[in-house]
Nanobody, 123 residues
Framework: QVQLVESGGGLVQAGGSLRLSCAAS????????MGWFRQAPEKEREFVAA????????YYADSVKGRFTISRDNAKNTMYLQMNSLKPEDTAVYYC????????????????WGQGTQVTVSS
């Protein structure tokens, strides 16, 4: 089971940028499909972006396409989410997910989760 720790969240003005990181334990990071999800207050957790085992394929929610970029460094056991042109509606707790076998990762009861990092975008 992989352990995940997110970092990089914070408070930013609309139009600004943040870079989230997700550090994974273990030596099998490259065997996991990795994804970012987010949950805003009183809303369901939703998919944001995913990246394949090698990093060669990415997939985004329509709401973030063109603004967010997901990447991974398998040598460092770390995944990233570069968030540009942030909007107040991007405010949420962001979670990373590691899934051994599903593409795109469905989240929910599948895979392992980190504890989340808060992103707040002020207008």
């Amino acid at each position: 089971q992989v352990q995940l720790v997110e970092s990089g969240g914070g408070l930013v003005q609309a139009g600004g940028s943040l870079r989230l990181s997700c550090a994974a334990s273990g030596r099998t990071f490259s065997r996991y499909v990795m994804g970012w999800f987010r949950q805003a207050p009183e809303k369901e957790r939703e998919f944001v972006a995913a990246i394949s085992w090698s990093g060669g394929t990415t997939y985004y929610a329509d709401s973030v396409k063109g603004r967010f970029t997901i990447s991974r460094d398998n040598a460092k056991n770390t995944m990233y989410l570069q968030m540009n042109s942030l909007k107040p509606e991007d405010t949420a707790v962001y979670y990373c997910n590691a899934d051994r076998s599903n593409w795109p990762p469905p989240g929910g009861d599948f895979g392992s989760w980190g504890q989340g990092t808060q992103v707040t975008v002020s207008s």
